[in-house]
């Protein structure tokens, strides 16, 4: 922690923010500190903007208090601008926490910039290219579905009444079959030229830039926020550690495909996928009249 003889504005908002959840949850200091394990006089300290909680201190103190959903990003956020270091998400976006954490920063940007280099992007799946996605690691069908429910629900920022710009960068091994289900892969191929309409889609060949897939959220009040997801973990940059990319957008942009001909490309794919459901049909139904007429299936 940091100490501070006079409370800078931020460290009193973030004191302030504090104090607001901790009487909406109907929490005393004394109460609050027992279930923390921490002095009371320590979290005082911290309301008043006396003392600087660390990123930590802050989610402890959030999840003791039931503080969820963009109120805790929100909190979170003025945290790690104060702590100006990265923030990491353990899980995810299967877990509750971690999902409310990217929506929230998706909710309060201002614009919102995705490099998506191995599947397409998560603003833009289609429920059944989520359901692929997130099948292999959830057996549960009734975690899975509210998993993918939460999921579409964030192209409200897209698509909603309160739409954010929005650029949307693919790479173009994103569009190999990589999920195993060529009807699924055409459907989501044939809902990118849809919505390319409105959005603004550019594919990028993919050994052009070798980034890993992020997301950059410019907040409201102009501060940038990276979001790099990882297996079970996401990791959200600010200040000096989400600078550099800016250039990474920049190489992006110069390398990517322009809007016409990201859409040429994605009809191509489409038909590629076509043709692929079409001959396992076909494939499918000689085996079956094979079937029927009592032969061997696969002869």
């Not at 990123?55 to 969820?68: I, M, N, S, T, Y």
């Not at 994103?174 to 959005?199: C, F, I, K, P, W």
């Not at 390398?255 to 001959?279: I, M, N, P, Q």
Request: with cysteine; proline share 4%.
């Amino acid at each position: 922690m940091r100490d501070s003889e006079m409370p800078a504005p931020y460290d009193r908002v973030l004191g302030t923010a504090l104090r607001n959840a901790r009487i909406e949850a109907s929490f005393g200091l004394g109460e609050l500190g027992r279930w923390l394990g921490v002095d009371p006089a320590l979290l005082s300290s911290w309301e008043l903007g006396q003392r600087m909680p660390t990123l930590e201190d802050v989610a402890g103190v959030l999840g003791a208090l039931g503080v969820v959903g963009e109120k805790k990003a929100r909190i979170m956020a003025l945290a790690r601008e104060l702590a100006g270091s990265s923030w990491v998400m353990r899980g995810s976006q299967e877990d509750t926490a971690h999902y409310a954490m990217v929506a929230g920063h998706e909710r309060t940007a201002e614009s919102v910039t995705v490099w998506a280099p191995l599947q397409i992007p998560e603003l833009l799946q289609i429920p059944d290219y989520a359901r692929l996605v997130f099948g292999p690691g959830l057996r549960d069908k009734e975690i899975l579905e509210q998993v993918v429910e939460n999921r579409l629900s964030r192209n409200e920022i897209l698509f909603g009444a309160e739409a954010v710009e929005a650029q949307l960068f693919v790479g173009t091994e994103a569009l190999r079959n990589h999920l195993g289900d060529a009807e699924v892969m055409l459907r989501q191929v044939r809902y990118l030229m849809e919505v390319s309409q409105t959005v603004m889609i550019r594919l990028v060949p993919s050994p052009a830039v070798s980034e890993d897939a992020f997301s950059r959220y410019r907040q409201r009040d102009e501060t940038e926020v990276v979001y790099c997801p990882h297996h079970r973990a996401g990791v959200f940059l600010v200040g000096r550690q989400a600078a550099p990319y800016a250039g990474t957008i920049e190489r992006l942009a110069e390398s990517a495909l322009s809007r016409t001909d990201s859409l040429h490309s994605l009809s191509a794919a489409a038909a590629g996928f076509a043709e692929e459901v079409k001959t396992q049909r076909l494939a499918n139904e000689a085996g079956l009249t094979r079937l029927l007429a009592g032969e061997d299936p696969v002869g």
